[in-house]
């Protein structure tokens, strides 16, 4: 295929914003695979933090970040990405460079334990106050169960209400597939 997945394109993205050195953030580790991408971004001299409510889906990340040797660039915080605020140093924001998000529920996990609407945008409005101008917030929107309609419908709104002056939303999707698949929404601070 030609045309890039919607987790290919928000990788294309991200790597093209993170460098060698920088910070870059999984909001939500689920099973560690954003947490080791953003890994090797960072590079040895980089650092990601990675957030996620289950200590499944922390334990996960761990072991995979453990296999690839990896683990000592990630500071994994069995926290709400909403915490990120009070949990990321503010001597070290000026290095953030990126942040991922997978919305939904953890796979193979509880269906019952899901992103939720208002953490995720109060983690999106805070992320975008730390970032610096060019800085990404990556947000894959899976919105098949019935929370994520109401985080889609809500992330939505909330990012046609941003003034284009200070960040632009890029939104990617392929419109004629069954099952509403997810979708991708890209934040850039202007």
Known sequence: MTLPTVLEFSKELLNRSIHAGDIAIDATAGKGNDTLFLANCVGEAGKVYSFDVQKQAIDQTKQLLCDHQLDHRVTLLQQGHEQANNLIPSDERGRLKAVVFNLGYLPGGNKDITTQTNTTIQAITDFLDMLPNGGLVAVIVYHGHEEGKKEKDALEMFANTLPQQNVQVLRYEFV??????????TFEKR
Do not use: K, S, T
């Open 176 to 185: 004629n597939q069954v099952n509403r698949p997810p979708f991708l929404l």
